[in-house]
């Protein structure tokens, strides 16, 4: 079986712009979490969604949002983009909570 | 919130040595992972472990969730192995997992 997958896997954005990463879940599993990861830290959770409900929310600006879709897959957007975006978005999948999560190969963005 | 620190921070050894990393947590958990981070950032789950022992090959973890700690241990070192060790919690009603503070192994030839 596939994985969790990510797109896309690198980005350049300037400041101020939007963005829009991407995730795909392992199939079967109905929870999607983002997580963002600064150079030299762990990763820091921003949401989790289950069966398209908001779940949780990390102590993230309102500037991050998320939403998951009915095949479950799910959406992470950030705008007015300022430099300290610039991390790695993890995605981990789930079937449900506190089940083991699995990640994704993740998103590296830079905003220059 | 629950703190999670790791320890050692940083762990150089030769090929062929065995070690102990240790995560000490601050609250009760109802889930425990250990990961493996490799160089291009992928987090390599290694082992989901609330409680008890488990072993995968030269890797194994135990959890002693009433004293709040857990011990990944790494026997017979390959350069393959080096990397960022990290445990993440998750506490019950809160549906994130917190990450520790990782270990940064380097395995020499």
């Known amino acids: 079986d596939a994985g969790v997958t990510q797109s896309p896997t690198h980005l350049i954005k300037t400041r101020g712009q939007h963005v829009t990463l991407r995730c795909s879940p392992i199939s079967g599993h109905k929870s999607v979490s983002w997580y963002q990861q600064v150079l030299g830290q762990g990763p820091q959770f921003i949401f989790q969604y289950y069966e398209k409900e908001e779940r949780g929310r990390g102590n993230f600006p309102d500037r991050f949002s998320a939403r998951q879709f009915p095949n479950y897959s799910s959406e992470l957007n950030v705008n007015a983009l300022l430099l300290g975006d610039s991390a790695l978005y993890l995605c981990?999948?789930?079937?449900?909570?506190?089940?083991?999560?699995?990640f994704g190969p993740g998103t590296r963005l830079t905003v220059t | 919130g629950i703190q999670v620190e790791q320890s050692p921070p940083d762990l150089i050894l030769q090929e062929g040595a065995n070690s102990t990393l240790r995560c000490n947590f601050s609250d009760s958990v109802n889930n425990l992972q250990w990961f493996h981070q490799n160089p291009w950032g992928q987090l390599i789950n290694l082992f989901y472990i609330p409680s008890g022992t488990k072993q995968n090959g030269r890797l194994s973890a135990t959890t002693v969730a009433t004293e709040r700690y857990s011990l990944l241990y790494i026997s017979s070192s390959q350069t393959t192995d080096s990397g960022v060790y990290f445990c993440?919690?998750?506490?019950?009603?809160?549906?994130?997992?917190?990450f520790g503070t990782g270990t940064r192994l380097t395995i020499i030839p």
């Open positions: 993440a919690v998750e506490v019950g009603g809160n549906e994130k997992l917190t």
């Open positions: 981990a999948s789930s079937r449900d909570s506190p089940y083991e999560q699995y």
